[in-house]
């Protein structure tokens, strides 16, 4: 359901108007204004803090579930055993945690030399097509996945006579 309403959503917003219509800096706040009209003010407002508390809402809930799958990996020794360690008071992943926060700080350090060169086109925007696909690559993970782990859930807890 939630790939159908994106899916939707998008669809109908590509649909409805025209890109050169739009800026990459506010094309969501620009969509809005033009599926509204004049008096959409308050509805504006309003889906502008929705959208802002889903980023922020998703920024925090997909690393962590991220980053314990890591501690886990790292415990059976899939992953490097420094990615296992994990905090003493709450038993949160340390180590995928700082790990993760140091990747995540460096990249965008590291792609900003080019834009202060000058010679960077769009840097952010590259960053958040890159976050967009690799999120969708992983949804479209899961189906396969829960269709499999259904099938073996079916076998396994069949009676056996």
């Not at 219509?21 to 308050?42: C, E, N, V, Y």
């Not at 504006?44 to 508390?53: N, Q, V």
């Not at 920024?59 to 990615?83: C, E, K, R």
Request: hydrophobic share 50%; with cysteine.
């Amino acid at each position: 359901m939630i790939t159908a309403f994106y899916l939707f959503a998008t669809f109908g917003v590509g649909v409805a108007i025209l890109t050169d219509g739009l800026s990459k800096a506010s094309g969501f706040i620009d969509s809005l204004r033009i599926l509204a009209g004049a008096s959409g003010g308050p509805l504006i407002l309003i889906c502008g803090f929705l959208f802002l508390f889903t980023l922020i809402t998703n920024m925090l809930t997909w690393p962590l579930g991220m980053n314990y799958v890591a501690q886990h990996a790292a415990q059976y020794g899939t992953l490097p055993h420094f990615l296992a360690s994990k905090s003493k008071k709450e038993g949160m992943p340390l180590g995928t945690n700082i790990t993760n926060g140091i990747l995540i700080s460096a990249l965008p350090a590291t792609a900003a030399i080019p834009e202060v060169a000058g010679s960077g086109t769009d840097v952010f925007w590259m960053f958040f097509a890159l976050n967009v696909d690799l999120l969708l690559a992983c949804c479209l993970f899961l189906f396969p996945s829960f269709w499999k782990l259904r099938r073996w859930t079916r076998t396994v807890s069949a009676p056996t006579v």
